[in-house]
C-alpha cells in the first residue's frame, strides 16, 4: 500500500521548463567564516572567491551569502548601515560586482540576504533620528514611555535576544528593536520605507544577483496599536501569535516586492518566516508574493521517523496549495548545527533551539551517532522534491562548538541573557581547509591574526584536505549525493509513501526510493532492488541498520 502527495515543486510542467529554483541545491555562505584571504582572521571576499572552484565541484546550484553590506556588527552584519555597498571588511563593491560574474561564469546563481526589519543604529536614518531631523523618527518606531515620567516601555514586548524590546534615549522617547539595541526596527507603514527598499531590490538585481534571502520576513510590520503581548511562555515563539510577527499587512509589502521582481528575468525570493504553522507559511507563497520560503520544521523536527514523515507530508500539501515548491533546510547560522542536533537523545516534539541548547550541559553528545544520522538527513533532504538548502560545514560532518570560552562569544544573545544562554556563536566558526591545526587554512600561512572565532583542536581530520579523495568521508558523500540528485531526484514524479514500520521512513518518486532509518534495529529492505547509494556501511543482504538511508532503484528504471 502506498500514498502519494504531490508537491508543487513537480508540476506536470516538462521539466526543462521549470525556473532554476524550483529544484536548486542553495549552499549557505555565511562569509565571515568561509575563508579569509588577507590574514585579518574575518572571512572575506577574496577568500570566497578563490573557493568558487570547490563550491562547483561540489554540486551546487546557488549561493546564499550572508549580509555582506557595511555594519558595525552588533549582530554579525545584521545590523545593516548601508544596503548598497560591502562590509570594508569584507572587500569592495566591485569585487563584489566581480564574484558575481566568476559564480555565473561557474554555472552558480548568487542570492543575498537582505534585512527590511530593521537597519543598523549607525544607518544614516537612525543617526538623522537621533539628531530629531524633521520627519526622520518616522521611518522608525518611536513611542512615549508608560508610567510616572514614561519611564517604563511603551509595551511588553521582548527583545529576540532577551531583555526588553525598547530602548529609552535621553530625550525620554523610547525606540522599538526587536533585536539589539543596536538593530532599531523601521516603520512599514511609511511610504519612504517601502520606496527605499524597492529600489534597494533593483540596485543589486541591476548588478546581477538572481534573489534574496529574506531576513526575518514575518517581521516588518505591526500591530499598529501596539498592544501587549502577555506572558511568552517557553517554547511557543513559533506557535502563538504575537503582534509583532506575521502580521497581515506584511503581504502587501512582499506583492510589491514581487512586482519588482518581475521586472527581471529569473529572480527569485526566499521568506524566513518562523510562523505557527504551514498555513500560515501559505500565505507568503501565493503567487503573487514570494518565490519560496524555508521549511523550518524540517530542521526542527527530531530524528523520529514518524515526526519527520509529519512534517514533510505537511510542507507538501501546504506548499501545493499555493503553487510553490518545498524548500528543505536541516542547518543555517542561527540554529546547532544537525550533526550536534542528532548527538543526543530525541525527544517526542519539535525541537526549539533554546530547548536544545539548554540541554547540553546535562547530556553529553555522542557525535559518532550524530554524524551517522546527518549523513542519512542528506539523502533524505536530497531525495525530497523541490530546493535543497546546505550550510556550510555540513558538508564536512562539522559539530557546533558547544565549550567556547564565555569571553571570545561575540552573539548578542550571550550578553541580552545576561550570560545564560550561550547563543549561535557555535555554528559559526571559521571552516576547515587544510593542515593539521588552526587555523586549518581558513586563513592564509602568514595571517597576522587568529580566527575571529577560535577552532578546536581536534578539527584536523574533518578539513576539506582530509576529507578529499576518502571514499568513506563526508565530502565525498554530499559530492556522490549532489551529483547522482540530479540524474534521480529532479523529475515531477511526487512522493508516495510506502508501508514500513513507524520509524523508517521510505517513500519512491517513480522508479527510485529513499529508505531511512531512524530506529534503533535493522530494518528489511525490498526485494529486486538495485542500491545505489549509502549514507554508511552495513547495506547489505537486503538489510537497512538504524541510522542509515539508503537510495535504490527498480530494475526497469536503470534501463
Same mark, same amino acid.
Given at each position: 500500500?502506498?500514498?502519494? =502527495? ?8 516538462a521539466?526543462e521548463?521549470e525556473p532554476?529554483?524550483k529544484?536548486a &541545491? &542553495?549552499?549557505?555562505?555565511y562569509?565571515?567564516?568561509?575563508a579569509d584571504?588577507?590574514?585579518d582572521?574575518i572571512?572575506?571576499l ?7 572552484p570547490y563550491?562547483?565541484?561540489?554540486g551546487?546550484?546557488?549561493v546564499w551569502i550572508n549580509?555582506?553590506y557595511p555594519?558595525?556588527?552588533? /549582530?554579525?552584519?545584521?545590523?545593516v548601515?548601508?544596503?548598497r ?5 569584507y572587500?569592495t563593491?566591485?569585487?563584489?560586482e ?11 546563481? *548568487? ?8 537597519t543598523?543604529?549607525? $544607518?544614516?536614518w537612525?543617526q538623522?533620528?537621533l ?5 526622520a523618527r518616522d ?10 515620567g514614561?519611564?517604563?516601555?511603551p ?7 532577551g531583555?526588553p524590546?525598547?530602548s ?7 525606540y522599538l528593536?526587536?533585536?539589539a539595541p543596536? @538593530?532599531p526596527?523601521?516603520?512599514?507603514e511609511?511610504p519612504g &520605507?517601502?520606496a527605499?527598499?524597492?529600489?534597494i531590490?533593483r ?7 538572481? #534573489? ?5 520576513a514575518h517581521?516588518?510590520t505591526?500591530?499598529p ?7 511568552r511562555?517557553?517554547?511557543? @515563539?513559533?506557535t502563538d501569535p504575537h503582534?509583532?510577527w506575521?502580521? /497581515?499587512?506584511v $503581504? ?6 514581487r512586482a519588482?521582481?518581475?521586472?527581471y528575468a529569473? +529572480? &527569485?525570493?526566499?521568506?524566513e518566516?518562523w ?7 501559505a500565505?507568503?507563497?501565493?503567487p503573487?508574493?514570494?518565490h519560496?520560503?524555508f521549511?523550518?520544521d524540517?530542521?526542527r523536527?527530531?530524528?523520529r521517523g514518524?515526526?519527520?514523515?509529519a512534517?514533510?507530508? /505537511? ?6 496549495? *499555493? ?9 543555517? $547560522?542561527?540554529?546547532p548545527?544537525?550533526?550536534t542536533r542528532?548527538?543526543?537523545s530525541?525527544p517526542?516534539h519539535?525541537v526549539?533551539t533554546?530547548?536544545e541548547r539548554?540541554?547540553w550541559a546535562?547530556e ?5 551517532? #550524530?554524524?551517522r544520522?546527518a +549523513? ?13 538548502y546546505i550550510?556550510?560545514g555540513?558538508e564536512?560532518g562539522?559539530?557546533?562548538?558547544e565549550?567556547?570560552?564565555g ?6 544573545t ?9 547563543? +549561535?556563536?557555535?555554528c559559526?566558526?571559521p571552516?576547515?581547509?587544510?593542515n ?6 581558513f ?10 572565532l577560535? @577552532?578546536?583542536g581536534?578539527?584536523?581530520p574533518?578539513?576539506v584536505?582530509?576529507?578529499?579523495g576518502d ?6 558523500l554530499? !559530492?556522490?549525493v549532489l551529483a ?10 511526487? *512522493? ?7 520509524d523508517?521512513?521510505?517513500?519512491? !518518486?517513480?522508479g527510485?526510493q529513499?529508505? =531511512? ?5 535493522d530494518t528489511?529492505?525490498p526485494?529486486?532492488?538495485?542500491r545505489?547509494?549509502a549514507?554508511?556501511?552495513g ?5 537497512l541498520?538504524?541510522?542509515?538511508a539508503?537510495?535504490l ?5 536503470d534501463?
Open positions: 500500500m502506498s500514498q502519494s =502527495v504531490q508537491s508543487a515543486a513537480n508540476s506536470p510542467t521539466r521548463a532554476w529554483w529544484t &541545491v &542553495v549552499y549557505q555562505v562569509i565571515r567564516s568561509f584571504g588577507n590574514g582572521g572571512g572575506d577574496t577568500g570566497l572567491r578563490s573557493k568558487l563550491l562547483a565541484e561540489l551546487i546550484d546557488a549580509p555582506w555594519s558595525p556588527m552588533a /549582530d554579525a552584519g545584521y545590523d548601515a548601508d544596503f555597498n560591502i562590509e570594508p571588511s572587500g563593491l566591485e569585487q563584489g566581480a564574484f558575481i560574474i566568476e559564480a555565473h561564469e561557474l554555472g552558480i546563481r *548568487v542570492i543575498l540576504d537582505i534585512v527590511p526589519n530593521h543598523s543604529s549607525d $544607518h544614516r537612525f538623522a533620528a539628531r530629531d531631523e524633521p520627519g521611518r522608525y518606531i518611536f513611542r512615549p514611555g508608560r508610567g510616572p514614561g519611564d517604563q516601555p509595551n511588553d514586548w521582548q527583545s529576540a535576544f531583555g524590546a525598547w529609552r534615549l535621553d530625550t525620554g522617547e523610547w528593536h526587536l533585536f543596536a @538593530q526596527d523601521l516603520n512599514w511609511h &520605507v517601502r527605499e527598499f524597492e529600489d531590490l540596485f543589486w538585481f541591476d548588478k546581477g544577483v538572481d #534573489g534574496f534571502r529574506i531576513d526575518v517581521g516588518l505591526k500591530d496599536a501596539l498592544p501587549d503581548a502577555g506572558e511562555l517557553p517554547g511557543s @515563539q513559533h503582534p509583532a506575521d502580521q /497581515d499587512a $503581504h502587501e509589502v512582499y506583492r510589491g516586492w519588482v521582481a518581475n521586472e529569473d +529572480r &527569485v525570493f526566499v521568506a518566516a510562523v505557527a504553522n504551514n498555513d500560515r507559511l500565505r507568503y507563497l501565493r503573487d508574493e514570494l519560496t520560503a521549511q523550518f524540517f530542521l523536527a527530531p530524528w514518524n515526526s519527520i514523515r512534517v514533510i507530508d /505537511d510542507a507538501l500539501s501546504q506548499a501545493g496549495t *499555493v503553487g510553490a515548491p518545498a524548500t528543505w533546510v536541516l542547518s543555517n $547560522h542561527d540554529v548545527r544537525t550533526v542528532y548527538s543526543r530525541q517526542d519539535l526549539e533554546d530547548w539548554s540541554r546535562g553529553q553528545p555522542d557525535r559518532a551517532l #550524530g554524524r544520522r +549523513r542519512a538527513a542528506a539523502l533524505l533532504q536530497a531525495a525530497l522534491p523541490g530546493t535543497a550550510y556550510q555540513e564536512l562539522l559539530e557546533e562548538v565549550d567556547l570560552p569571553e571570545v562569544r561575540q552573539d548578542p550571550w550578553f541580552q541573557s545576561g550570560f545564560t544562554d550561550v547563543g +549561535r556563536d557555535g559559526r566558526v571552516i576547515p581547509w587544510s593539521d591545526e588552526a587555523p586549518y587554512g586563513s592564509p600561512p602568514d595571517a597576522e591574526k587568529d580566527t575571529w577560535p @577552532q578546536p581536534h578539527w584536523a574533518h578539513t584536505q582530509a576529507q578529499h571514499p568513506g568521508s563526508f565530502l565525498t554530499y !559530492r556522490q547522482l540528485r540530479r540524474q534521480l531526484w529532479t523529475t515531477d514524479e511526487p *512522493v508516495e509513501w510506502l508501508e514500513t514500520p513507524h523508517v521512513l521510505a517513500f519512491a !518518486r517513480g527510485v529513499c529508505w =531511512v532509518n531512524t530506529g534503533a534495529t528489511e529492505l526485494a529486486g532492488m538495485r545505489v547509494l549514507s554508511g556501511p547495506v547489505t543482504g537486503g538489510v541498520p538504524a541510522d542509515t539508503v537510495w532503484t527498480e530494475p526497469e528504471h534501463r
